[in-house]
Nanobody
Framework: QLQLVESGGGLVQPGGSLRLSCTASGITLDYYTIGWFRQAPGKEREGVSCISRTGVSSYYRGSVEGRFTISRDNAKNTVYLQMNSLEPEDAAVYYC???????????????????WGQGTQVTVSS
């Protein structure tokens, strides 16, 4: 059974960095396109980044482009989200999600992702 577990969240000052990890079990991650989403209190869950299963294509939300980097290490069954120059507006619960096996197109929308982790909290505050 596919399971996704996020880790790496925490409290960081504005301008700081965090690296989130999304580790999969029950599957071979090579076959899955993975997305990162976030949800702040009172707001809709929004797509942040995505990396295709081949790693060839990726997507970044406009507000994080240039600050966040997504990568994958299929040997470790893990996808990372490196977040630099964090801003208070980045504070949210961050979720990773997987599309169906063999899907290749990144998406910023929730619909293509049937599998979700439990989330990790990111707090940006001085």
């Amino acid at each position: 059974q596919l399971q996704l577990v996020e880790s790496g969240g925490g409290l960081v000052q504005p301008g700081g960095s965090l690296r989130l990890s999304c580790t999969a079990s029950g599957i071979t991650l090579d076959y899955y396109t993975i997305g990162w989403f976030r949800q702040a209190p009172g707001k809709e869950r929004e797509g942040v980044s995505c990396i295709s299963r081949t790693g060839v294509s990726s997507y970044y939300r406009g507000s994080v482009e240039g600050r966040f980097t997504i990568s994958r290490d299929n040997a470790k069954n893990t996808v990372y989200l490196q977040m630099n120059s964090l801003e208070p507006e980045d504070a949210a619960v961050y979720y990773c999600a997987a599309q169906n096996k063999y899907a290749t197109a990144c998406s910023a929308y929730r619909n293509p992702y049937p599998y979700w982790g439990q989330g990790t909290q990111v707090t940006v505050s001085s």
